[in-house]
């Protein structure tokens, strides 16, 4: 048969870590970076799904599920695997528009961006699944995860967005963020993933109410979408690192790795890994051999990034 294709887009949270769950106005932007999806359905072997995921074309994974049974046969990465299956089972549970008793399934995931790097594989696949088995990204996403919502907001959005759930229900702006100022924004990768599922559950245990931070994220969260100058910009990302360190019971990253750093910096999604916003008014090269003694040399740019 005729194969089906899916495609979502990665993602970066700008504003509203953390407390995006508790109501928090959140900016978030889709990157260039995604994950497409190829299903072929047959009826040679009813029942059966045999999967692929490729990372930058290479395999990375490869399973093979009984959906009838809602067992792996056989795989090399059982967590990963049985990660894929639950997503499956748990949009069957929801009514999906596939057969699985008449059909079976040949199904390719290739991610465009290395899995470190923390973009969102597992927002992007939801995505695509739900966009295959035909039920609610949000209910999908919800039924295996305790995350916000905004990131598969954004695997579905072809512009930036303004996020915010509201007694449970999320609500999404598009709105034009691509500041004046964005040949001085890049995206330093940090060298190191989190585990942004663990964070995210072990913060919703610790949390308060914080009404009084919500409130103040939001209003930063405006005001940093309507920032016309990099000075602004730098003074709005400094406020929110210290909001957030107060919540959060620790330091800024720029304070605890790199103190000398002369531009501003600002952790994005999950504090402790993935990347880093920072601002910088001199060179690229000169960018590079800051970081380069840390080890670090995945320096992106703003237009390398964001999504177009």
Known sequence: MKPEYYRSNGKLLISGEYLVINGALALAVPVRYGQTMKVIKSD???????????????????????????????????????????????????????????????????????????????????????????????????????????DVACARSSVPILYRLHNKHPEITAVGFNPVFKDSVYFIYSGKKQDSEKRVAEVIASLGSYSRETELISKLTSEILAADTLEQFNGLIREHEMVMASVLGQKPVKETRFPCFKGEMKSLGAWGGDFLMVTWTESRQELHNWFKPYGLDIVLSWDEMVLP
């Open 44 to 150: 040679d072997h009813p029942g059966r799904l045999t999967w692929r995921t490729l990372v930058n074309s290479q395999l990375w994974m490869k399973a093979v599920f009984d959906l009838r049974t809602f067992s792996v046969i056989e795989t090399h990465k059982p967590e990963n695997a049985g990660y894929i299956l639950r997503i499956i089972k748990s949009g069957i549970d929801l009514g999906a528009k596939i057969d699985p008793l008449k059909n079976s399934y040949d199904i390719e995931a290739q991610v465009e961006f290395p899995m470190e790097w923390g973009l969102g594989s597992s927002s992007s696949l939801i995505s695509n699944l739900a966009g295959w088995m035909e039920v609610d990204v949000f209910e999908l996403l919800w039924s295996v995860s305790r995350g916000s919502g905004y």
